[in-house]
């Protein structure tokens, strides 16, 4: 079943990809410049940021609600991005004992960095999952391609995300298979699943090797066909100056700071 | 072993892209020309493998810890380690893009540490001249033994000192290093066996893998060490650059420290006991933010919901 929720999920981005109204017409390279600014901008935030991050979070949010993408699916597939960050920032709380005023508390500023350093990775996570929702993978790859990598390497790219479905399906041909010839731990060994592994690799690479020879057969010639623009070059070109002016902005004013200044008054 | 981006810095982040990607178009190049037709369904089938394996944590005894296949060594040993970088460089991209595995601006470094270490250090300096011809089990076991403890040992120390750089997180260089190295030296060794178990098999394919030996054509292949110098070289200038300019606070630091109340007098928000402090015109303002973005979000879903209904 997990395997069949795996080869579900990873077709649906294909076949669904997001209809963002207005960012769907942008040329997809114009959104990986934005995610670029977003997360470099991300990232130069000082360790103690915590209030500073919430605006430009709120514009990825903002950004996901005019695409129609939920915060909370774009938040589940930042997760996995957690564990190590939460590792390697584990230890600041013990180690930077630096005092930190929060509602007339004083608490030890390593958990206001390592709360940082989280929220900093979930952001930037969501950015890299809301540039795949709206371009959809093959559109990142035609950025990639377009913005001056290598075309071998975007052919690989596109090569193991094809091959991925290929290895997924075969995987489970082979295990209902298994699943019925077998019994009990009969059939079940290491021996017959080393052996199954060897048959899945040797299908697989069949199958992969049918579809490069389809391809070779229409003209593919190792380089993506045509890196036109999707949409209007002026509009696409806009959007990430757009972007890069706003989050200039969210990191050069204390933004917070002014807007709590209109409800609290302004500092004596 | 993957980085996730809070971890870097900008300068650090951005000068292991410059790396890994002048290490990329210099292996693209070399291929362009050397790489057979029937190697680029082969480099596909086995990244989706690698892709696969890295999914499977397994157990390090006795450490608590669990590990995954790092596959940096078997591709170079399979297709050559231009292609083998080519085709790691693409497994952590897809996992960083479809899987949010690693992060965009770390993708530079996990390339680096799982890619070019193995590829470029660990396959020609210990793997190729160990195992020779490839004859003999023992002697193929030995070389990707120790090339892939060699591999991961310079890949997890190369996290190490990156994330020193960045420092973003308190850890001790030393304290990091202890606790990384001895781990990633188990990992190795279950690198080593499974690598050496998988070549055995996929070579005794035959002739229908074009894995022999170095994956390409069969020209005399071209030296690595213009790869490794640049690679390495652009990685250096790189952070030598980001050092200098970091000395002196950039335009939107010094902007902030200016504006910030703090700097303008003292009679700001954070108490002058306390050095660091949360105001609480700061969390109005959040507060408030967000509020206004619950309630755009509110009107946007009202519309769509209305236009939908209309249509």
């Known amino acids: ?82 564990p ?58 035609r950025a990639l391609r377009g913005l001056g990598l290598p075309s071998l390497f975007v052919a690989s790219l596109l090569f193991l995300r094809r091959n991925l479905s290929i290895l997924l399906e075969e995987g489970l041909r082979l295990l209902r298979t298994r699943d019925q010839r077998s019994f009990g731990r009969h059939g079940r060994g290491i021996g017959v699943t080393s052996r199954i592994l060897g048959v899945l690799f040797v299908r ?31 509009a696409s070109w806009l959007f990430p100056v757009l972007i890069a002016a706003i989050l200039a902005c969210l990191r050069l004013v204390p933004f917070t700071e002014l807007i709590g200044g209109l409800f609290l008054g302004a500092p004596p | 072993m993957h980085m996730a981006d809070a971890l870097l810095s900008p300068a650090v982040g951005l000068s292991f892209w410059a790396g890994s ?13 050397r790489l057979e037709d029937r190697a680029l369904p082969f480099m596909g089938v ?23 296949l790092g596959g940096g060594l078997l591709l170079a040993i399979l297709l050559g380690p231009e292609a083998g970088f080519l085709v790691i460089a693409s497994v952590l991209a897809v996992q960083a893009f479809l899987f949010a595995d690693g992060g965009l601006v770390a993708l530079g470094c996990n390339i680096w540490n799982l890619g070019f270490y193995p590829c470029f250090i660990a396959y ?11 004859e003999g089990r023992g002697r193929n076991l030995l070389a990707t033994l120790l090339a892939g403890v060699l591999g991961l040992q310079l890949g997890s120390i190369s996290v190490v000192a990156e994330t020193f750089l960045s420092g973003r997180v308190e850890l001790p260089f030393a304290t990091f290093a202890l606790l ?41 292949r071209p030296s690595l060490i213009p790869i490794v110098f640049l690679g390495a070289a652009t990685i250096l200038v790189a952070l030598l650059l ?70």
């Open chain 1, 1 to 82: 079943m997990r395997l069949e929720k795996a080869l579900y999920d990873l077709g649906r981005r294909d076949r669904h990809p997001r209809v963002v109204d207005g960012l769907q017409n942008l040329d997809a390279r114009a959104l990986v410049a934005a995610t670029a600014f977003f997360i470099l901008t991300l990232l130069s935030f000082p360790k103690y940021a915590i209030v500073e991050l919430i605006p430009p979070g709120l514009l990825l949010l903002i950004l996901a609600s005019l695409g129609d993408l939920s915060a909370s699916r774009l938040a589940l597939r930042s997760l996995p991005v957690l």
């Open chain 1, 84 to 141: 190590f960050a939460a590792l390697l920032g584990a230890a600041n709380p013990l180690l930077d004992q630096e005092p930190y005023l929060i509602f007339s508390t004083t608490i030890a500023a390593g958990w206001v960095s390592y709360a940082s350093l989280l929220l900093k990775s979930l952001l930037a996570a969501a950015a890299a999952a809301f540039l795949v929702e709206v371009a959809g993978f093959p559109g990142v790859c």
């Open chain 1, 204 to 234: 697989t690479l069949d199958r992969a090797e049918r579809v490069h020879a389809a391809m070779l057969a229409r003209g593919f010639t190792g380089d993506l066909p045509g890196n036109k623009p999707a949409g209007k070059p002026a």
């Open chain 2, 21 to 33: 990607a002048t290490t990329l178009a210099l292996c693209s190049r070399r291929l362009r020309d």
């Open chain 2, 46 to 68: 086995l990244g989706a493998f690698i892709f696969t394996a890295q999914l499977f944590n397994f157990i390090i005894p006795g450490t608590g810890s669990s590990g995954h």
């Open chain 2, 124 to 134: 020609p300096l210990v793997y190729k001249p160990l195992a020779g011809k490839g």
């Open chain 2, 180 to 220: 990384m190295q001895p781990i990633h030296f188990a990992i190795g060794i279950v690198e080593g066996l499974v690598t050496a178990g998988i070549v055995v098999s996929v070579n005794a394919l035959g002739p229908r893998s074009p894995a022999k030996g170095d994956g390409a054509s069969q020209r005399p």
């Open chain 2, 242 to 311: 980001g050092s200098l300019a970091s000395t002196l606070p950039d335009g939107l630091e010094w902007a902030l420290e200016a504006s910030s109340p703090r700097a303008s007098g003292g009679t700001g928000p954070v108490p002058p006991a306390v050095g660091l402090g949360l105001s609480n015109r700061a969390l109005a303002g959040s507060a408030a933010l967000i509020g206004a973005t619950i309630l755009f979000d509110a009107v946007i879903k009202a519309a769509r919901s209305w236009k939908a209904r209309r249509s």
